[in-house]
């Protein structure tokens, strides 16, 4: 490790992140605006919200894969220090898969079905240095059975139609940390899977940060997932985050309606069959109500929330919530 990741306490720190998608008619859409988060070393980051709300595009941003009617038009990603938005194309091909690993909502996005397991791990092996085949070959199962993978000298000569849906994630995962990366994306990891699955997937990305000492960024609209294994919170809501902090704090005094609204949809009260849900539907990204987004659907908004954009205000030093009534009435 250099002298300047020693230093650097957040492996990623994006500010000011703004991206803009062309529409018709001169529609502008901005999904992403003016993000400001960090991940810190050895940490488990939770993006959170609803359908929509930016996250999946905020991933994109940050491995410079966005599709080519957005672009990024203003903010800094910087990742170990230094801002990946000014990389050649070039370069963020030799950071992505090598110090930047990401895992996809769904395996058989990621894994060619036309190919054995084995091939597309030695695939990975191949793409950012010269390694001797055997060398691979062993790496394969080293990083299988570093993925709980039993039997993994047998995985490697079978297709992915051959494994269960566990197992083509902890196949993705396993391609994701071939070379060792200093940030995971995990982008709805356990959405296609059944509960016990899930939680076996939630393990596993906690025992790879335990062992290897990646940092985490994973994407959910499940705040179950976040209390499994995040240890900080970013909540986003119509492209913007509304509230960050460690998760205790969150989960014991959320500083935002949104974020309590969306903790109490995860779980049913007791003596009551029905899920809570939000009231109303997010808002259009092209043509967002004036004030405060969130306005429309919260149940504390004023004639203040919906005409004027709302502050950011300090929780703690490492909670804050944007709202004008921030912590009030959430207990």
Known sequence: MSSQEKLEPFVLDV??????????????????????????????????GESGC?????????????????????????????????????????????????????PSVSLDPLFTIGDQIDEALCMHGRMPAARRRARAIELLEAVG???????????PHELS?????????????????????ADEPTTALDPTIQVQVLDLLGHLRDTLGVSIM???????????????????????????????????????????ALMESSTVPKGKGRLPTIEGQPPDLGDLPPGCAFAPRC???NEQCHHAAPPRIQLSDIHQATCWYAGEGMT
């Open 15 to 48: 500010a000011g992140l703004t991206v803009e998608i062309a529409g018709r008619e001169g529609r502008v859409v901005r999904p992403a605006r003016d993000l400001t988060f960090r991940v810190g070393r050895g940490r488990v980051v939770g993006v959170i």
């Open 54 to 106: 930016g996250k999946s595009m905020t991933a994109l941003s940050v491995m410079r894969l966005l599709p080519a009617s957005a672009k990024v038009t203003g903010g800094t990603v910087l990742f170990n220090g230094e801002d990946l938005l000014t990389k050649s194309p070039r370069a963020m091909r030799a950071i992505r898969g090598k110090s930047i690993g990401m895992v996809l909502q769904d």
């Open 149 to 159: 993978i039993p039997a993994p000298q047998d995985r490697l000569t079978q297709y």
């Open 165 to 185: 849906g566990g197992m083509l994630q902890r196949v993705v995962a396993a391609i994701a940390i071939a070379w060792n990366p200093a940030l995971l994306i």
């Open 218 to 260: 994973i994407i959910t609209h499940d705040f179950g997932v976040a209390a499994h294994i995040c240890d900080d919170i970013m909540v986003m809501y119509a492209g913007e985050v509304v509230e960050t902090g460690p998760v205790r704090q969150i989960f014991d005094n959320p500083g935002h309606p949104y974020t309590r």
């Open 299 to 301: 149940p504390l908004a």
